[in-house]
């Protein structure tokens, strides 16, 4: 278990901090954009940075003032720092404490058959798994990984994504991603931390936290996101109504005060086209562009009476039916449930 207790690291004009965290034998995911912190936050847990306060234990005890070397931890870069001049087994057994581990990880992460290689001969996949079974060999307490699979193309990437998941499922201890790459976080993660401005400001499943975003930030980190400025007019209990521009649309959101504007995200999967109707939640679109994406289309859409361009996805299937074509004019509704309350701090 991994215990993160009010650490606080100071670099220049950037604080990383208060941070308060807890990892059991899972993964967590730290998932924010470039300048967050995220890096900042694994070097002040291996001890290659020496935070200003703050404690970090490590299956209780506390190791805030150790040097590196004794941490127990275990970091792996976004670039290899394989040793070049090694074959695999070598950089493989340099960091090792048992041999009688060796022959495990190394099944685990498949490269038996070029353990007598040079590293100058692998492929990016390849450094990867090596890079990673050298840092397990070493028997760490806690396994911290800066965006290994970054340097990657997208087709490796995913691949390997969906093997480390599971190889790192097998080790049993607490293990710690950062990324920007929201794919790379949905595959991996048992938990997810969104990280801004140097503090975590939402932590949960991968799913809640791309279902109920409290934050513009982790809307916008975890997905395709409206963030949109309403005013709440009227309250009722959670039931509230909310004006944008000329609409006034039944949200459910708690706890507003009316006249309050508010921050809301609605994810474009969530907002649904038709033929117009007449009714709460519904409203004008006309389309500016249609773009491809594989399985469906994104609809870009201008809604008659408000500045805000919106996007919306609609089905291959929706396409057909609908036909929808640059400068058609349609019905746009917003489910209640799909108005999202966010902070934009």
């Known amino acids: 278990m991994l215990h993160i207790k009010s650490i606080v690291k100071s670099i220049g004009e950037f604080t990383l901090g208060p941070i308060e965290l807890t990892v059991g034998n899972e993964i ?6 470039s300048g967050s912190g995220k890096t900042t936050l694994l070097n002040v847990i291996s001890g290659i940075l020496n935070m200003d306060d703050g404690e970090i234990l490590i299956g209780g005890e506390n190791i805030s003032k150790e040097p590196i070397e004794k941490r127990s931890t275990a970091i792996v870069f976004q670039e290899d720092t394989l040793f070049p001049h090694m074959t695999v087994m070598e950089n493989i057994t340099y960091a090792n404490v048992g041999r009688e581990d060796i022959k495990k990880i190394i099944d685990i992460f498949g490269i038996g058959k070029i353990l007598d290689r040079s590293i100058d001969t692998l492929s990016g996949g390849e450094k990867n798994r090596v890079s990673l079974a050298r840092a397990i060999v070493s028997k760490p307490k806690v396994l911290l990984l800066d965006e290994p699979l970054s340097s990657l193309d997208h087709p490796i990437r995913k691949r390997l994504s969906i093997d480390l998941r599971k190889i790192l499922k097998q080790i049993e201890i607490p293990v710690i991603y950062v990324t920007h790459d929201r794919d790379i976080a949905w595959e991996i993660g048992d938990k997810i931390a969104i990280m801004s401005g140097g503090k975590i400001c939402q932590i949960g499943t991968p799913e809640g936290i791309f279902k109920n975003p409290k934050t513009v930030v982790a809307a916008e980190i975890t997905g395709e996101s409206n963030i949109l400025k309403m005013v709440v007019i009227k309250r009722n209990g959670k039931e509230h109504i909310v004006e944008w521009g000329p609409y006034k649309l039944e949200a459910r959101v708690d706890g507003l005060e009316n006249d309050k504007e508010i921050c809301v995200c609605v994810r474009p999967e969530n907002i649904v086209l038709g033929k117009q109707k007449k009714g709460k939640n519904w409203m004008k679109g006309e389309i500016v562009e249609k773009i491809f994406k594989g399985h469906r289309y994104a ?15 609609a089905s291959l299937k929706q396409n057909e039916n609908i036909k929808l074509e640059k400068g058609i004019t349609l019905g746009v509704y917003f489910p209640k449930e799909s108005i999202q309350i966010v902070s934009n701090k």
């Not at 967590?28 to 954009?33: E, S, Y």
Request: net charge negative; hydrophobic share 50%.
């Open 28 to 33: 967590l995911v730290i998932l924010g954009p």
């Open 299 to 313: 609809v870009e859409l201008d809604i008659e009476g408000v500045k805000d361009q919106i996007r919306a996805y």
